[in-house]
């Protein structure tokens, strides 16, 4: 157990329909990350916050927003769904903002049919 | 922007066979190397990882390889058991635009009992 925790687990929905994933990141970590992983396509980095506050922004698209709480939890939005969006969205969890390890949650599968 | 790209994207081998997946990366202020293994329903996890001040690391049964002048870096498996059937990924640690950590498509490997 990472210490990550993901929510919800698997997502279906429609095109045209917006989401939103939560990520509850490790005990004192400060940073999250935000990846995305389709079939044969590796994991896309996203987003990352830290403290609060947007650190470095990705490939996301427009359509997509993230934000980081005060209490560190974050949130991934995802509006006007397509049916490429349909992957597994990873969050991970570092303590700082260099990238050295990241602790990463389980994922949340998003389906849009 | 920063590419990470990995071969083979499958790989089967023997148990107690070695195994070997390569990395390459073309951002060459890149310094921190980690590979990451995903086992089915997972999220990834890091294995091992290097820093460009070092050429080679070992961990029981895994070491990495990094060459800084070819920009390719190394994972090597020895003595592989059933649970290391997973998939495999590469990361390079970029600094162009903001730092983030980039990864490689993954390599899935499967060991034959």
Sequence with gaps: DSGVTQ????LIT???QRVTLRCSPRSGDLSVYWYQQSLDQGLQFLIQYYNGEERAKGNILERFSAQQFPDLHSELNLS???LGDSALYFCASSP???T???FFGEGSRLTVL | GENVEQHPSTLSVQEGDSAVIKCTYSDSASNYFPWYKQELGKGPQLIID???NV???KDQRIAVTLNKTAKHFSLHITETQPEDSAVYFCAARTFQGAQKLVFGQGTRLTINP
């Design chain 1, 96 to 98: 700082g903002t260099s």
């Design chain 1, 14 to 16: 429609a095109t045209g």
């Design chain 2, 50 to 52: 290097i820093r460009s």
């Design chain 2, 55 to 57: 050429g080679e690391k």
């Design chain 1, 80 to 82: 006007s769904l397509e």
């Design chain 1, 7 to 10: 929510t919800p687990k698997h």
């Design chain 1, 100 to 102: 050295g390890e990241l």
